[in-house]
């Protein structure tokens, strides 16, 4: 079993810049990717990074790209996703999740969720 527990969201003016965090427990992560889905009030949730377990390659989905980062300490057993430029199309409740083991950078089968994190950018 894998715990992620996210932390760092919050209210913030457009423009401005958020960092979340996923603090993950129990079993290693190492060898699982990682990535950040959000889900805006009435819509599907959907995932904006992702970075695999070996090569360090990402995903981004074209909405944040150049604005959002995924990173990952394997050995700290987190991940971090900084926001800048923020819209208030990015408010959404941010979820970190763990993909099956092996995957690849753009996954779509979860295994572990958070209980996620309310972001809210003010226009």
């Known amino acids: 079993q894998v715990q992620l527990v996210e932390s760092g969201g919050g209210l913030v003016q457009s423009g401005g810049s958020l960092r979340l965090s996923c603090a993950a427990s129990?079993?290693?992560?190492?060898?699982?990717?990682m990535g950040w889905f959000r889900q805006p009030p009435e819509k599907e949730r959907e995932l904006v990074a992702g970075?695999?377990?070996?090569?360090?390659?990402?995903y981004y989905a074209d909405s944040v790209k150049g604005r959002f980062t995924i990173s990952r300490d394997n050995a700290k057993n987190t991940v971090i996703l900084q926001m800048n430029s923020l819209k208030a199309e990015d408010t959404a409740v941010y979820y970190c999740?763990?993909?099956?083991?092996?995957?690849?950078?753009?996954?779509?089968?979860?295994?572990?969720w958070g209980k996620g994190t309310l972001v809210t950018v003010s226009s």
């Open positions: 970075l695999s377990w070996s090569d360090g390659s990402t």
């Open positions: 129990g079993r290693t992560i190492s060898t699982r990717p």
């Open positions: 999740a763990a993909g099956s083991r092996f995957a690849g950078a753009a996954f779509t089968r979860v295994d572990y």
